[in-house]
Structure formats: structure tokens, C-alpha cells
């Protein structure tokens, strides 16, 4: 057996265990099951203490939040058991031999939620947990959506629910996602609207450079792109990408995410639009190709790819050891049955990025990775079916903090006034989770005091 790995402080990180779990809890006659991953900490446990499970969202779940995170500290202070449940079909909870076409149906928000109840019983049975000891749930983003909904679905086994930067409505353009990036970036810099007055400069160098092959042929060489220009979908897959340097940088601003392997975090809005208002550099385009390539270093990149024929390709990948398996196929799967989400430029409001990458565009996607079924009135129905099931803006339960970050684009789609609601001024996603850190604001110090004090309220 592999020794536990340890966290950077030299504290030992818990084993992986494996609870069996259902393949469909919805269908007594399927009688299949699998190996669910999970971790367990018992270092603060009390037997008067509350129950913490912290929710895996579509990646591989990292056990370093098991030593790690506020989460930590309030589990400390309320001596607390916790768990870290990794998502179905993420990670190596493989519920199937492959994520083939007939193989991924099995993963849907409402199995996993169900993988949460079935986890609770076997939980409280495996390590006598009794029935007066509350169950507490902890998620970010997508895992935050669930917390919530786990406590929508199943009120009996979960008490309470932080639920920090939760999208909690599915729609399929998600417009006011470039909205929010275009305000923080105008607003967290310096330069303000400076900055974004510069990328639309680029953008339209771009634009026009596009409509020439060589035109085509310099960008490749500005951009560092792997393969030619060649299709109307590579334009948009390389606007989209361009873009997306920006969306990724201030989704995460200044976020404490170093404790758990991530890059880059050096890398803030300031960072980005000290390079787009550089005056030295006076060609605002190559000052765009400075921004990207930033990115490809802190990344490791050779070069970009933006050929939406290899995307696709690459998405339709079944195997457990493509590179799809690592999240990307299993995510577009969920975006393209129930969740909808797509990032597109069709705002109508002003923003510097272009127009190429529309809700057409990632719904077309959706056909080419998994089949002409996967339209837009599927995906419609989808997303009326997941609004009807969760509530959406209509959810209204008691015992759920709903905590958003006003620079995080996600919180569009959350909960951000109300007397469960914390909205943090100036932090982006997930930031009340992380580790303290001696940058933090003083409104996300006092948020992170205030959730303490709620899950105090509900397990007294």
C-alpha cells in the first residue's frame, strides 16, 4: 500500500477508502454497484460533535482538504468528524468500465445527490455516528450547488449547508457571465476601462486578421498556435480562448489556491491590465499575444491549440486514460444535459471580446461530441427539468448560507441578497473556503467569522 502523501505544513493526509454505491438509485432492477472514493478525519471528532462532509465537484477530489481550508477550522472549533466524497465519475470513482455514450447517462446531478444520501447512512452506521449528531454540508461552485440541493432533497440526513459561489439556476446562455468580467476587470485595476478599451482594440486587429489567410498565418505565429486557422469553428475556439485568459484569471483573483497544487495564482486582474495598458509596448495586439503568452509559461505550454476538430476528437474520448477522463468530457456531458451554463459573448451589453463564441457554438458542441440528439430543445428540456427539480431562485430552505464574491462571474447565477445570503465585496470564487492568508480583506475575514457562526447556530 502507497503511503499517505503529506501537506506542505508535514501533516499526514488520510488514505482513500472506497464506500459501494449504486449505479442507478433510481432503478431497483439494476442491481449494479461500484467503488465511491472517500476520506475521513477524525482528529477533532467528539461524540457530541456535528458531522462535516465536504462535497467533490467535477475533477479529482484532492484529500489536502482534509488537513486544510476554513472548513478545517470551524471543524476544530466544533469538534467536528469530516468526509470528502469525490464525485461520480470523476477522479477515480469510475462507476463504469468507460465513458461511453451509453455508460456517462449514469451521471446526472441527481445521482451524485443520491450518492450523498446513501454515503450519509453508511457513513453514520460505519464510523457510529448517531442520530442526533447534525450533518453539515460544504461546497464550492458546482459541489456548492449540491450542498444546497442535498439539503432540498434530502432534509432528514443533511441540517445545514455552506454553499459558497453556487450557480443554483441552469439556463444555456449564460451572458452575464462576461458581464461581471468586463466589470471587475474595469474595476479591480487601476486602469479601469482603460484596460478593456485596449483588448477591444486587439479584438478588432484580430477580426480583421482573421479574414485573410495571411492574416490567418500571423496570428498563428503572434499566438503560438499549434495548427492553422482553418475553419469558421477554429475562429470562434481561438476568440473563445483569448477570452479565456482573461475569465480565468478573474474568476480566481487573488484566491489563497496555492495549498492545493494550483498554478498561477500570481497572476491577478492587476497583472493582465498592467500588461494591456504597457504604453511601451505600442502595438496593443502584441501587447494581447503578451497576456496569452503569460499564460502558455505559467501553464507549461507549447502552444495553443484552438482546432475545434481536435477538440472534439479529444472529447469523444471514452477511455479512462485520455485526457477527456480527467473532467472534460464528463462536465461538457452535464452542461450539455442539465446545466446549461455556456459562457457565449452574445450579451448585449458592450464587452471587448468579440461576438464569435455564441450559445450556437457550445451547443453545437454538444451534437458533435455526443450525437444530434443533443440539441437545444433537449438541452431545454434539460435545464426546465433541473430548474423544476431544485427550485432555482425559488429555493428557500432554512439552514443554507449562500456565499458569493462580487468579482466572481458565477455569482450571476446565485443567491446574492437576502438574510442567507453573504456577498463579499472585492473576492472572487469560492474565496471564503481557502486557507486565511495575511491579504485577505476584511470583509472576507468577517464573512468567514459570520459562516462560523451560522453552522453554530444549526447544530446547537
Request: net charge negative.
Amino acid at each position: 500500500m502507497l503511503k499517505a502523501p503529506l501537506h506542505l505544513s508535514g501533516a499526514k493526509l488520510p488514505e482513500a477508502l472506497t464506500v459501494e454505491q449504486r449505479l442507478d438509485h433510481f432503478n431497483d432492477a439494476d442491481t449494479r454497484t461500484w467503488k465511491q472514493r472517500y476520506w475521513v478525519n477524525n482528529t477533532f471528532s467528539s461524540d457530541s460533535g456535528p458531522v462535516f462532509l465536504n462535497i467533490g465537484g467535477e475533477g479529482t477530489a484532492n484529500p489536502i482538504w482534509m488537513v486544510d481550508g476554513q472548513w478545517m477550522k470551524y471543524a476544530a472549533k466544533y469538534k467536528a468528524i469530516c468526509f470528502l466524497l469525490e464525485h461520480r465519475y470523476y477522479g477515480e470513482s469510475h462507476p463504469t468500465q468507460d465513458l461511453s455514450d451509453d455508460n456517462i447517462q449514469h451521471l446526472s446531478s441527481e445521482q451524485a445527490l443520491a450518492d450523498l444520501a446513501s454515503f450519509q447512512v453508511f457513513a453514520s452506521k460505519k464510523y457510529s455516528v448517531s442520530n442526533d449528531r447534525p450533518w453539515i454540508l460544504f461546497g464550492g461552485s458546482y459541489p456548492g450547488s449540491l450542498s444546497a440541493w442535498a439539503r432540498l432533497k434530502y432534509p432528514h440526513l443533511f441540517h445545514g449547508a455552506v454553499s459558497s459561489s453556487a450557480p443554483l439556476t441552469a439556463l444555456i446562455d449564460f451572458t452575464e457571465y462576461v458581464d461581471v468580467v468586463v466589470n471587475s476587470l474595469e474595476t479591480m485595476s487601476a486602469q479601469g476601462k482603460e484596460c478593456t478599451a485596449n483588448i477591444a482594440k486587439a479584438t478588432k486587429m484580430v477580426e480583421s486578421m482573421v479574414n485573410s489567410s495571411q492574416g490567418r498565418s500571423k496570428l498563428k505565429t503572434v499566438f503560438k498556435l499549434c495548427d492553422d486557422i482553418v475553419t469558421d469553428n477554429d475562429v470562434s475556439n481561438l476568440f473563445s480562448t483569448l477570452a479565456g485568459n482573461f475569465e480565468d484569471v478573474v474568476q480566481y483573483n487573488r484566491d489563497n489556491r496555492a495549498f492545493e497544487g494550483a498554478v498561477g495564482t500570481n497572476i491577478t486582474i492587476t497583472t493582465l491590465c498592467d500588461i494591456m495598458c504597457n504604453s511601451s509596448v505600442a502595438d496593443v495586439l502584441q501587447r494581447y499575444a503578451a497576456v496569452n503568452s503569460l499564460i502558455m509559461e505559467t501553464y507549461e505550454q507549447k502552444c495553443v491549440d484552438v482546432s475545434y476538430k481536435k477538440m472534439i476528437s479529444d472529447l469523444q474520448r471514452t477511455d479512462w486514460n485520455s485526457s477527456a477522463s480527467e473532467g472534460g468530457r464528463q462536465w461538457t456531458y452535464q452542461t450539455c444535459t442539465e446545466f446549461g451554463f455556456f459562457q457565449s459573448s452574445d450579451t448585449g451589453n458592450p464587452q471587448p471580446f468579440g461576438k464569435h463564441f455564441t450559445q450556437d457554438f457550445f451547443i453545437n458542441q454538444c451534437t458533435d461530441i455526443f450525437g444530434p440528439k443533443f440539441n437545444k430543445e433537449f438541452l431545454s428540456a434539460g435545464i426546465q427539468a433541473t430548474n423544476m427539480n431544485y427550485g432555482g431562485r425559488l429555493l428557500n430552505l432554512t439552514n443554507i448560507v449562500y456565499i458569493n464574491g462580487a468579482v466572481d462571474p458565477w455569482h450571476a447565477l446565485g443567491f446574492t441578497e437576502g438574510s442567507q445570503a453573504i456577498f463579499i465585496k472585492g473576492t472572487a470564487h469560492c474565496a471564503n473556503m481557502y486557507p486565511d492568508s495575511s491579504d485577505d480583506p476584511k470583509q472576507l475575514v468577517t464573512a468567514r467569522e459570520n459562516i462560523s457562526k451560522l453552522i453554530g447556530q444549526w447544530i446547537q
